[in-house]
């Protein structure tokens, strides 16, 4: 699944921001279009290559656990893209979100919103193992068919599809370090003070301790 196509362009700035989802891309289109004048754009890629062109990427074991969870919750229920049967071992028992959040939230899952905030966005899993067995089941069957889009991994998403080269990038963010990271760029940039905002982020939904050394090898 080469190149995922979503960027920020900023032409004031000669500055390229390539989304790589599950790696910090909600903070970072944050930055590129509020403090560096970007521009959503899609299928960058060999257009700027003039410019500075950067890419944040993530820890892959963990960027997976996030891209699984997010593929769960898009395609739950029959919404979003279709799972190709061979692969729907991990939630077609599920009839909605609600009984989803029920196994790791437990009796809070029917808690009323607050201020936008809901109870179980805020609290670690209490799942007992269902979810991360759901997990590795899907493991165990899936052969890399980006079947919904956060399944894509990194390192094809920032390559060309003709050759499997990876594209120019002049700086490669890692998200541990988002912060200052950001803060190089914006001082190659001419950019002082920039401010990083926090993407969005829940506690895992699953109980990763229950995972199998077996799934992780």
Same mark, same amino acid.
């Given at each position: ?9 900023? /032409? ?73 049967? /061979? ?10 979100? /609600? ?37 590795? /089941? ?23 599809? =003709? ?20 803060? =190089?760029?914006? =001082? ?30």
């Amino acid at each position: 699944h080469f190149g995922d196509g979503l960027c920020v362009v900023s /032409k004031t700035r000669d500055f390229v921001f390539y989304h790589v989802r599950k790696s910090g891309s909600s903070t970072g289109r944050e930055v590129a279009t509020q403090q560096f004048a970007g521009k959503d754009m899609q299928r960058c890629h060999g257009q700027y290559d003039h410019f500075y062109q950067v890419a944040f990427v993530r820890n892959p074991i963990t960027r997976f656990f996030a891209q699984y969870e997010e593929m769960f919750v898009r395609t739950l229920a029959g919404k979003g893209p279709k799972v190709p049967e /061979k692969f729907n071992v991990f939630h077609n028992d599920l009839p909605d979100y /609600k009984s989803y959040e029920r196994i790791f939230c437990g009796k809070d899952a029917d808690v009323p919103r607050t201020r936008q905030l809901k109870p179980c966005d805020q609290v670690l899993s209490r799942e007992k193992g269902e979810l991360s067995s759901r997990f590795e /089941k899907f493991v165990e069957v899936w052969d890399g068919h980006v079947f919904e889009a956060h399944l894509a991994m990194q390192a094809p998403i920032l390559s060309k599809r =003709q050759t499997g080269r990876c594209h120019k990038l002049d700086f490669i963010g890692d998200t541990k370090h988002t912060k200052e990271h950001w803060e =190089q760029i914006g =001082q190659h940039l001419g950019v002082q003070n920039v401010k990083v905002i926090r993407g969005r982020a829940y506690p895992r939904r699953m109980n990763i301790s229950f995972i199998s050394t077996k799934t992780y090898e």
